[in-house]
């Protein structure tokens, strides 16, 4: 049973640096893609970006100026960084695990396992 | 970006009823579409992932199907616990973009 238990400050003020860490159970690093997703009131799940087993990052291209996503595979965990934060990046924060499966060339993925949530909210 | 639109936003249905969400995607995703079904103030729970293949634990009353541009995602026999919003997601190409959601209420 994968677990995904996530942790990170939910009160910033405009320009902080929003940081949000995400523990693994009950799977390995190892073959699996790593990301977080955020999700503003009313609106769809945001891909904001990923690690990949290799240690490779892909990150959305809207954010990708502010966003650093790390791992720390001794301790199961990982973690993302977005810098100068304005009132647009108030939204619910979700770390994620991305299983994928190959048959023929055709290679689809899926999230699997969600973190419950982070509420961040960006005010003065 | 891929861009995916769902219809319809919001349903009401009967217990028992066959219910249908479609999404669209703005070009060719192969079959790298999954289905998700978010509870208020929970994470989203996967249910179909592949347009097709049923998420394991997943009640059998939901299915998907699909492929190329147009998808569905269908409940054979609503049940009480249905009520949620469903979003569609595609995994093609980055950045992965989802649908806006469609709200299901029972009525």
């Known amino acids: 049973q994968v677990d995904l238990q996530q942790w990170g400050a939910g009160l910033l003020k405009p320009s902080q640096t929003l940081s949000l860490t995400c523990s693994v159970f009950g799977r390995s690093f190892t073959g699996y893609y790593w990301s977080w997703i955020r999700q503003s009131p009313g609106k769809g799940l945001e891909w904001i970006g990923e690690i990949t087993p290799g240690g490779r990052t892909n990150y959305n291209p809207s954010l990708e100026s502010r966003i650093t996503i790390s791992v720390d595979t001794s301790n199961n965990q990982f973690s993302m960084k977005l810098t100068s934060v304005t009132a647009a990046d108030s939204a619910v924060y979700y770390c994620?695990?991305?299983?994928?499966?190959?048959?023929?060339?055709?290679?689809?993925?899926?999230?699997?396992?969600w973190g419950q949530g982070s509420l961040v909210n960006v005010s003065s | 970006d891929i861009q995916m639109t769902q219809s319809p936003s919001s349903l009401s249905a009967s217990i028992g009823d066959r219910v249908t969400i479609t999404c669209r995607a703005s070009q060719s995703i192969n079959n790298y579409l999954n289905w998700y079904q978010q509870r208020l103030g929970k994470a989203p729970k996967l249910l179909i992932y592949g347009a097709s293949t049923l998420q394991s634990g997943v009640p059998s009353r939901f299915s998907g199907s699909g492929s190329g541009t147009d998808f569905t995602l269908t409940i054979s026999s609503l049940q009480p616990e249905d009520s949620a919003i469903y979003y569609c997601q595609q995994t093609y190409r980055t950045p992965y973009t989802s649908g806006q959601g469609s709200k299901l209420q029972i009525k």
């Open positions: 994620a695990s991305r299983d994928w499966s190959c048959t023929a060339g055709n290679c689809p993925s899926w999230f699997d396992a």
